[in-house]
């Protein structure tokens, strides 16, 4: 709730001030062909699971702080130092560069965010695009001789997928205080418990001594160019979508109790038949889902291990994962499948009892409309008005973590078929390359908009 408060703040602020939305543009152009060439040649780390002919037709498999990720990391604190920029790298190894601005003012910097780690069956393209494009930023800045009033900047962000080490968004999270960071340096290897986060920091280096939190590093704004993981800007035709915030989710645990009996001498009046009724909650959820335009989805159901064909269950549990971009409508389906399922549980037979518990609960995030407004400026200038949309992420990402306590915002490019978390991940080398101009265009207006808004 309190993040939420915090970026209504910030919407707030920017929409008192008349900001011109008009985007002129920066006058540069991304290299498209040496953001593909870069973004694959990086790719030959952690590179796996070939499912085609063409050299980079691999997924990958780069996991947090593996000997790959290493070495990824190693070869960008190369390429930013060429670059002009400081690098620095606080205690969770979030490395953050840093390029002077015109200005020369000590000011936080306006970044552009993203991560390095991949699944372990993971695409070229999620997280990787966000870091290599905002390199492609700098370097084309760079090479024209151009320079922002405010310091900019690259973040990498550390273990945002949680895969080895189990936490997502794991150390933006301890940047923005919402994870403590002795829990983050104690996270363990899934398949190892005796190595932590915290030892392979040490192992490769990336133990930095700055410490790791929002106020130490703090960010002037957060940009993240990520690739959309779902289906809606290719199935509407759009190229750019200028995402607006991310949705909400409750995570619920419900257990059906009835009582096990034979399923040829008990009449089905005189049954209390737990599966049956979990079976009949399930699908009210989705209906439930469905009229709200909300998701509710089972992902886990569970029967006694000593089940028998003819025998009713005596107990069955199933989770529920709610979701829509708007908290109250969370809360609304939840209180509706409650209701239909305190029915359901009296329908049948002699009915069953349930139980519930809240295992999870995030709520919606907003982006910030000044971040927001920017993003929409390069993208009416670069497609005009019909090949953009604004769109909600499904997903979570280290923006939502930065949005707690600097301006944030998001822009999504499409992948194909919204094929993301899976070695055929795809994005084409023209959405690539709009995604980075997008993302240079809109670092630019909100860098010239900070100005203006100074006079
Ligand atoms: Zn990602």
């Not at 703090?218 to 290719?234: D, K, M, S």
């Not at 038949?273 to 909300?294: E, F, G, T, W, Y």
């Not at 992902?299 to 109250?328: K, M």
């Not at 008005?385 to 990402?397: E, L, R, T, Y």
Request: hydrophobic share 35%; net charge negative.
């Amino acid at each position: 709730m309190q993040s939420f408060r915090r970026t209504s703040h910030h919407f707030l602020r920017h929409a008192s001030r008349r900001l011109s939305t008009a985007c002129q543009g920066s006058g540069l152009k991304v290299n498209a062909n040496r953001l593909w060439e870069t973004l694959h040649e990086t790719c030959q780390w952690g590179a796996a699971h070939r499912h085609g002919e063409n050299p980079t037709d691999t997924g990958m498999a780069r996991l947090t702080l593996d000997d790959n990720d290493a070495r990824v990391r190693r070869w960008f604190a190369a390429e930013v130092e060429k670059l002009g920029c400081s690098l620095s790298i606080d205690q969770m190894g979030n490395m953050f560069a840093r390029q002077k601005g015109k200005l020369q003012t000590s000011a936080p910097m306006i970044a552009m965010g993203s991560h390095l780690d991949t699944q372990p069956r993971g695409g070229r393209y999620d997280g990787i695009l966000g870091v290599m494009a905002a390199l492609e930023v700098l370097r084309t800045m760079k090479e024209n001789g151009f320079q922002t009033n405010y310091d900019v900047g690259i973040v990498n962000w550390t273990n945002e997928e949680g895969a080895r080490f189990p936490k997502s968004m794991c150390s933006s999270g301890v940047w923005a205080g919402a994870i403590p960071i002795e829990k983050a340096w104690d996270l363990r290897d899934i398949h190892d418990s005796s190595v932590t986060l915290k030892s392979e920091l040490e192992r490769h280096g990336f133990l930095g001594q700055i410490e790791c939190s929002h106020t130490a590093s703090p960010l002037a704004a957060h940009f993240e160019l990520h690739i959309e993981q779902g289906p809606v800007l290719q199935e509407t035709g759009r190229s750019i979508g200028v995402v607006q915030g991310a949705q909400g989710y409750r995570w619920l645990t419900f257990t059906v109790k009835g009582r096990d009996a034979h399923t040829g001498t008990t009449p089905l009046s005189a049954r209390q038949d737990p599966l049956l009724a979990a079976s009949r909650m399930i699908a009210a959820s989705n209906d439930i889902a469905q009229k709200h335009n909300a998701l509710a989805s089972t992902g886990i159901f569970r029967i006694p291990s000593n089940a028998s064909t003819n025998t009713v269950a005596s107990e069955v549990s199933f989770t529920l994962d709610i979701r829509h971009p708007q908290d109250s409508v969370v809360h609304a389906v939840q209180e509706e499948c409650l209701q239909a399922f305190s029915a359901i549980a009296a329908q049948d037979g002699k009915g069953v009892t349930f139980n519930w518990t809240l295992d999870t609960d995030s709520p919606a995030v907003k982006f910030d409309q000044g971040c927001l407004e920017s993003i929409q400026a390069a993208a009416k200038h670069l497609v005009g008005p019909d090949q953009w949309m604004n769109i909600s992420s499904g997903a979570g990402h280290d923006s939502v973590y930065t949005s707690h306590h600097c301006p944030s915002a998001m822009i999504f490019v499409p992948c194909r078929d919204g094929v993301s978390h899976h070695p055929t991940e795809y994005c084409s080398p023209e959405h690539c390359a709009l995604g980075a101009q997008t993302l240079l265009e809109a670092v630019v207006h909100y860098d010239q908009t900070k100005v203006q808004n100074l006079k």
